[in-house]
């Protein structure tokens, strides 16, 4: 088995108070074109998300999405292609209701909604991981 070398590269938002959007660690224009591609796919889903919960009437404690991908590279360049993505949702409801609400939203997110999301699926694999806390 031929084992390749990759780099992952990783963009974390969260959503404040406000509903602003914002990225975590870097600045947008700190980020490489790679992690831009990353952070436009996070900033999608955030604003798809939250228009689906803003129609359920439901405001999370706390909103996180982190979006990373492998690229076929050790390092980034301008040849350097992504071979998958995964997407993290870090929650924080207020009630067990709440939490089956978004549940559902962060699925037709990430499968049905987010055109970003959609785009990506056609250059590598998009997985999805759900992590959502109730404080009930």
Known sequence: MVKFNVMKVKVTIEINNKGEVQPVAKKVDQMNPKELLLYSAAYCAALTLKGILDKEHIAPKQFEIEI???????????KSIYRSFNILYRIECS??????????????????????????????????????????
């Open 95 to 136: 009630s067990i209701t709440e939490h089956t609400k978004v549940g559902r939203a962060v699925n037709l997110t990430t499968e049905k909604y987010c055109g970003t999301l959609q785009m990506l699926r056609r250059i590598a694999s998009l997985t999805q991981e759900v992590a959502i806390v109730s404080t009930e």
């Open 68 to 78: 990373s991908g492998d690229l076929d590279t050790e390092t980034v360049t301008a």
